[in-house]
């Protein structure tokens, strides 16, 4: 037999808890004569066929056919005005909602002046109240299906991340420059939030940006960087890192060997340090010339014309007039190095 709700109320309902519904489950019968009990920030809005229809604050309220006439005039005639009519109840909580926590659930690529791109992520807090809600209902219940906390939070933190990333675009600041930025990025994300929260019958109080940080890649780029400008002229890094070497020798000389052993730490060091210079000097002059291309020992066409440094039609017709041997395999030739070297040898 369907259970009959006498009093409608929410008792229990947390400080943290946006919405409690009435029945947990299903649609609930509610005679007209029942009593809704609101608490203080509290708001009991009826809801049915996908519709927030009539809503009750704070206070105890009997339900008439007054003070509920959306709910009257979709049931239709009563029955003697006691004949039940289903509906669920969501009591909103309005009270307001401080330190939501909002974080990018994954990195935010970017163009950055000066990494060429980096992987950001964000974090930050608002505060926030439900200011309307029967649209709230019907916006995240009827229109999203959402109703528990965690579900709702979720939404909300979809629109933050989404203003944030495309106001991190428009504002084409490079990831050294934020820091100084938060409190401009602050008030910029909130005036674009604003609309979309108020759209959902939420009333937007706060927005704070407290940090964009690397991700471990772009970690690695900025270290790699900061390494490079600590370095700054080679020259004279060479020169530190030779009279440290000399310092370091002359020390594992020790006092018993005297000024023979001085004299030796520092010749040591001496080469040491040059020999270190000469390696770094070798290092950087190399990087600079192309590695030279390692060459197959079995070639296809392209690869024999680059090695001979002529077209593929001039290898084809060595082929062709017996100059070169090659394996032809299906439509593909296979033309042995040894073989070319003994042709430019001949």
Known sequence: MARIFDIVEAPDQGAKEMVTRVPGRGSGDFRIGSQVICRESQAAVFYRDGKALDTFGPGRHTITTANIPLLVGLIGKLFSGKSPFKAEVYFVNTRDFIDMKWGTPQAIALRDKDLGLAQLRAFGTYSMAIAEPQRFVAQIVGTQGLYRTAQIQDYLRTMVVSRLTD????????????????????AAVKA???????AVGIDLK????????????????????????AIGDMQRYLQFKAARAMGAAAEAGGEAGGAAATGVGFGAGIGL?????????Q???SAGQPAAAAVPDVMNLAEAAAYLKVGEADVQALIDEGQIKAKKIGTQYRISKKVIDNYLAD
């Open 167 to 186: 106001l991190l675009g428009e504002t084409k600041a490079g990831l050294f420059d934020l820091p100084a930025l938060f409190d401009e990025m602050s």
């Open 192 to 198: 674009k939030l604003v609309d979309d929260f108020n």
């Open 206 to 229: 706060q927005f704070f940006l407290l940090s964009i940080t690397p991700t471990e890649e772009t970690q690695k780029a900025i270290d790699e960087r900061a390494a490079m400008g």
């Open 273 to 281: 340090g040059a020999g270190m210079a000469g390696m770094i000097t």
């Open 283 to 285: 290092a950087m002059q």
